[in-house]
C-alpha cells in the first residue's frame, strides 16, 4: 500500500498537533498526522483532576529508566503519552516557559533565531490567556491559559510561609520576573484542559486536506537515495512528497530514529539495524529534572485527600457538574514557584510544585490523614543521559538513562532544594495545617542521610529534553531549522530540539517550538504550506 501526501507528522503530541493544525491551514498541502497511542475520549483526558490519574497508567507506555547508578542503582517509572496529545493531555496543566536566558543561551550555544525575543512573538501566538494581553501574553490564540479556578487556604498559607523566608509573592511566572511563588496558570479553557489535541487539533479536523490517524505505529523512516521519502508502518508505506516530520518527544524521537538506521552505527549494527545515517548524537544529551519531595501530614481535611474515597469523589463529581469549582478542577499542582540553590546562580535553578495531597503521583506515599506535597527540583542539570534501544523490534521499551546526578554539582544542589522545601514547610505560617512532616522525616539530617532518602523517594519532573539537539556545530543533530543534518526531507520538532533543556516546565516551550516550526516549514515549501 502506497499513498501520497505532502507532510507526514509521526507523533500526535504537544508538537505534531500544533503542526497538523498549522500546515494544513493552506488547503493545497496534504497533511497525515500519524499517532500510536488512542484518542482522548476518556474524561480523565479532560477533567482538569484526571491527571492524579495519568502517571499511574492511562494513557501511557509504562516505560521506567534503566538502573540509575549514580542514585544506588534506582529504577524510576518514566511516563510517557500514548494518547492524542501527548504530554498535554496527561500533563499537571502547567503554564511555564522557563527563564528568558535559557533562549538566549540556546542562541549563544548556535542556535540563531531561538533567543527570547526571537520565541517570545510564538509564545504570545499559541496564547489565548484569560487575565494578561501585554508584551509577554496574548488573547485569541488556540491554547486555553487560565488562572486556576479551585485553590485552597493552605496554598495562601504557602506563600506567607515563602514570604517568612524572604522569597516575594509573584503573580505571572511566565512573565517578565521569573522567581517568586504564586499561582500557576494553567493550560485549560472554561475549567478543562486545553490540551493540543483540543486546542489545535479539534478546530482543524474537519479540513479536507488533514488526515488524523490513531493507533498507528511507525516501524521506520523510509529512506532513498539520502533523502527521506515516507514511513513503514505495519499495513504498509505511506509517502510524503515534501518533509517527514519527527514529533514523537525526547524518548520517541531518538528511538525511531535509531529504528531507522540514524543514530550511532556501532550500537545499530550489534542490534542488526542496517546503518542509514551514522549520528552518534542522536538519543545524546538526554537531560531531565529530578523530582525530590517533601510530604507532610495535615492537621484536618486542608487538602484533597480526602476526596479518594468513594462517596467524597461522587460529591466532588457533583460539584463540578455544578458548579465547575471543587477537586475535579484542581489540576493538583497549581502552586509553586521559582526560587535560588545557589544565590549566585544566573536566575532561579530550583522549581516548587505545591501538590494539594499525598500519593498523587505513582510511588509517591500517601498520609492515612491527609495531607500536603512540596516538589522540588533542580532546574539546570549539568548531568546528560542516553536514549538508545534495546533491540531492533519496534515494540520494545527503550533504554532510558537520564543519568541523573552523574555530575556531582546536581545532586548538590537537588539536596539544597529539598532543604529549601523543608525549611518552607516548617514555617510558622503553616502550623494551623501542617501537623509534621513525614518524609523525609526527622531521621534525616546530613548529606549521606538525603541522598539515602532521595535514592528511595524521588521521580521523574517528567521534563526530557535535548535528544536530537540542534546547534551549528558538526555534532549536532539538526541544524537551527530542525532539519536533520546529513539527509534532507527530514525535520524533528519536539522537546527533543532543545540544545539545553528549559528551567520550568517543557510543554508550553514545546509548544512555541512547533509554531515557530510550522512558519519555517511554510517559509520553506511556499504553497504547499
Not at 16 to 42: F, I, M, Q, T, Y
Not at 74 to 86: E, L, S
Not at 89 to 113: K, V
Request: proline share 7%; hydrophobic share 40%; aromatic share 8%.
Amino acid at each position: 500500500m502506497e499513498k501520497g501526501y505532502d507532510f507526514i507528522i509521526i507523533g500526535g503530541g504537544s508538537a505534531g498537533a500544533v503542526l497538523a493544525a498549522r500546515l494544513s491551514e493552506d488547503p493545497s498541502a496534504r497533511v497525515l498526522l500519524l499517532e500510536a497511542g488512542g484518542r482522548d475520549s476518556h474524561p480523565f483526558y479532560h477533567l482538569p483532576a484526571g491527571f492524579a490519574k495519568m502517571t499511574k497508567g492511562i494513557g501511557s507506555w509504562g516505560w521506567q529508566t534503566v538502573p540509575q547508578r549514580h542514585m544506588n542503582g534506582m529504577v524510576i517509572r518514566y511516563t510517557q503519552a500514548r494518547v492524542i496529545g501527548g504530554g498535554s493531555s496527561i500533563n499537571a496543566q502547567i503554564y511555564t516557559r522557563g527563564n528568558a536566558l535559557d533562549y538566549d543561551e540556546w542562541r549563544q550555544l548556535g542556535c540563531p533565531g531561538w533567543s527570547y525575543e526571537d520565541v517570545l512573538p510564538y509564545f504570545r501566538k499559541a496564547e489565548d490567556n484569560d487575565t494578561f494581553d501585554n508584551r509577554f501574553h496574548g488573547k485569541g490564540g488556540p491554547l486555553g491559559v487560565s488562572q486556576p479556578r479551585a485553590p485552597l487556604p493552605i496554598c495562601e498559607a504557602w506563600f506567607a510561609a515563602a514570604a517568612q523566608m524572604g522569597i516575594p509573592r509573584n503573580r505571572d511566572m511566565a512573565g517578565e520576573v521569573q522567581e517568586g511563588v504564586g499561582y500557576y496558570q494553567l493550560t485549560q479553557r472554561n475549567y478543562r484542559r486545553s490540551s493540543a489535541s483540543i486546542a489545535y487539533l479539534r478546530p482543524a479536523r474537519g479540513r479536507a486536506n488533514l488526515e488524523v490517524r490513531t493507533g498507528v505505529q511507525v516501524l521506520r523512516i523510509v529512506v532513498e537515495k539520502g533523502r527521506a521519502v515516507g514511513v513503514e508502518t505495519p499495513e504498509g508505506i505511506l509517502r510524503a512528497s515534501a518533509e517527514v516530520i519527527l514529533s514523537s518527544g525526547a524518548i520517541g524521537s531518538p528511538r525511531l530514529l535509531q529504528l531507522s538506521g540514524i543514530g550511532p552505527a556501532d550500537n545499530l549494527r550489534g542490534l542488526g539495524i542496517p546503518v542509514v545515517l551514522d549520528q552518534p548524537q542522536v538519543g545524546a544529551n538526554l537531560q531531565d529534572h529530578l523530582d525530590l519531595f517533601v510530604i507532610a501530614e495535615c492537621t484536618g481535611p486542608h487538602t484533597y485527600d480526602r476526596y479518594a474515597k468513594l462517596h467524597w469523589s461522587a460529591l466532588a463529581g457533583l460539584q463540578y457538574l455544578l458548579t465547575r469549582r471543587g477537586p475535579v478542577a484542581s489540576s493538583l499542582f497549581e502552586t509553586g514557584g521559582f526560587w535560588y540553590a545557589d544565590p549566585d546562580a544566573r536566575s532561579p535553578d530550583i522549581q516548587f510544585h505545591l501538590g494539594l495531597g499525598s500519593g498523587i503521583e505513582a510511588g509517591v506515599a500517601a498520609m492515612p490523614q491527609g495531607g500536603v506535597t512540596l516538589n522540588s527540583a533542580y532546574l539546570r542539570p549539568r548531568s546528560r543521559g542516553t536514549v538508545r534501544l534495546a533491540s531492533a523490534d519496534p515494540l520494545a521499551p527503550p533504554l532510558i538513562d537520564p543519568n541523573y546526578w552523574e555530575d556531582p554539582h546536581d545532586r548538590e544542589m537537588s539536596i539544597r532544594g529539598l532543604k529549601l522545601a523543608r525549611e518552607m514547610m516548617a514555617q510558622e505560617a503553616l502550623k494551623p495545617f501542617v501537623l509534621a512532616e513525614r518524609l523525609p522525616g526527622p531521621e534525616v539530617r546530613t548529606d549521606q542521610d538525603y541522598f539515602d532518602y532521595a535514592c528511595k523517594h524521588s521521580k521523574t519532573d517528567h521534563h526530557p529534553a535535548g535528544t536530537c539537539r540542534m546547534g551549528s556545530d558538526p555534532q549536532a543533530v539538526l541544524d537551527p531549522e530542525l532539519r536533520l543534518n546529513g539527509l534532507s526531507g527530514l525535520r524533528v520538532v519536539d522537546a527533543s530540539v532543545m540544545p539545553r533543556v528549559v528551567s520550568a516546565n517543557t510543554n508550553a516551550t514545546t509548544i512555541m517550538i512547533a509554531e515557530k516550526a510550522a512558519d519555517m516549514i511554510k517559509a520553506a515549501h511556499g504553497g504547499r504550506a
